[in-house]
């Protein structure tokens, strides 16, 4: 069973992500088409983010409590697919955001939930979670390709109804995952006390949410940007095909990278090549050097990522370090998913959306500053790297 157990949580991380890769990126192209105001555009992305948040531990705790994680992902994963099949009959903006908190609620089961089945399956039986874990990317990376091309010849639509067929078999094949259950318990309370005193913590939070909010943002906002500049639907999803397949190989060369060169260095380097990137946006290429420069992301993203949680357990007690990777996940993934987010849709009424890649640009050079600063306040920064290479 061990190898069907593997290949059906791969299949499983690529059809969610692929689910997920063919409707946000093009979801807020459908919203400015449909004549959504900026500002509306913004709450609506933004609401997934803060829903996750809050409702996350929920899962969890059901989790724990049934001890039956299978049974959780196929619901979610279920009731995820009609959530986003809903969309494609809506056209009321307080229905709207009424669905985007339904999807918001199942969605925040599905990566959680199948992220800790599969670790803890390879823990107890061994193979390689990054393994298993990259068909998500590929999934997400094929997807906005696929679905870019199905819009351009079908309308935008499409991306509601490939998203509730791609979410319904994800549920099928949820029924053939292990149905593993070991949840890290997290010390919300006693731990954050002991975090706030740890020297940088704090620094690093505020550089996270400079850096990885503008990140996480971008998957709504970026197919704005492919269009404004003249691109069509299936340029956005050729852009996004270029970007999320580059993350893929630095991802496997992190771990070497950050043993190399120290993870203040490889972070600092992320956050600026990142904040260069938004920043030239910000001055209307044409869309080849859009497509060109793409492939930054995998320099900025794929290493940001591994390294930012490496930092964090490093940095971190042991006896807190599950509250620190909960806390770090929620300021980058919630608070500067929501922000940017909304920050966004109001610029886009004021400005256009040249105006919101300049301040994701700002924003994420003063991270890659404070993180100059945070290296030069560490002591033997270098030093914080993978564990035996």
């Not at 997400?140 to 870019?148: D, E, R």
Request: proline share 4%; no cysteine; hydrophobic share 55%.
């Amino acid at each position: 069973m061990f190898p069907s157990h593997i290949l059906r949580m791969k299949a499983y991380f690529f059809f969610i992500y692929f689910g997920l890769g063919g409707l946000f990126p093009l979801l807020t192209v459908y919203l400015q088409d449909i004549g959504l105001s900026g500002a509306q555009i913004g709450v609506i992305t933004s609401i997934g983010p803060v829903t996750m948040i809050l409702v996350q531990p929920l899962w969890g705790m059901l989790s724990d409590l049934t001890k039956r994680p299978r049974l959780l992902l196929m619901a979610a994963s279920t009731g995820a697919a009609f959530s986003g099949l809903a969309y494609a009959g809506v056209t009321d903006y307080y229905v709207f955001v009424a669905v985007a908190v339904m999807l918001a609620v199942f969605q925040s089961a599905v990566i959680p939930l199948s992220d800790n089945l599969a670790m803890n399956y390879v823990k107890r039986k061994g193979g390689d979670y990054g393994r298993i874990r990259m068909w998500g990317a590929v999934g997400f990376a094929v997807a906005v390709w696929i679905m870019g091309n199905l819009s351009d010849l079908f309308g935008l639509q499409v991306i509601f109804y490939g998203f509730f067929l791609v979410f319904a078999v994800s549920a099928l094949t949820a029924a053939g995952l292990p149905n593993e259950n070991a949840a890290v318990r997290v010390d919300l309370r006693g731990g954050l006390g002991k975090l706030m005193r740890v020297p940088g913590f704090l620094l690093f939070l505020l550089i996270t949410f400079l850096v990885y909010g503008p990140i996480m943002a971008n998957n709504f906002y970026f197919g704005v940007m492919i269009q404004f500049a003249g691109g069509s639907l299936a340029g956005v999803g050729f852009a996004f095909l270029l970007a999320a397949g580059s993350e893929v190989p630095f991802m496997r060369w992190a771990g070497d990278w950050i043993h190399r060169r120290g993870v203040l260095w490889i972070l600092t380097a992320a956050a600026l090549v990142s904040g260069l990137r938004w920043l030239f946006y910000s001055f209307e290429p044409s869309p080849g050097w859009i497509y060109a420069t793409t492939i930054l992301q995998g320099f900025s993203i794929g290493l940001f990522v591994p390294a930012a949680l490496q930092y964090v357990s490093d940095l971190a007690p042991p006896e807190v370090k599950a509250t620190a990777v909960s806390v770090y996940a929620a300021v980058g993934n919630g608070v500067g998913a929501f922000f940017f987010s909304l920050s966004a849709g109001l610029i886009l009424d004021f400005h256009s959306i040249l105006g919101v890649y300049f301040f994701y640009g700002v924003m994420t050079l003063t991270g890659a500053l404070l993180m100059l600063v945070l290296a030069r306040r560490t002591k033997n920064a270098v030093s914080l790297s993978l564990p035996g290479g």
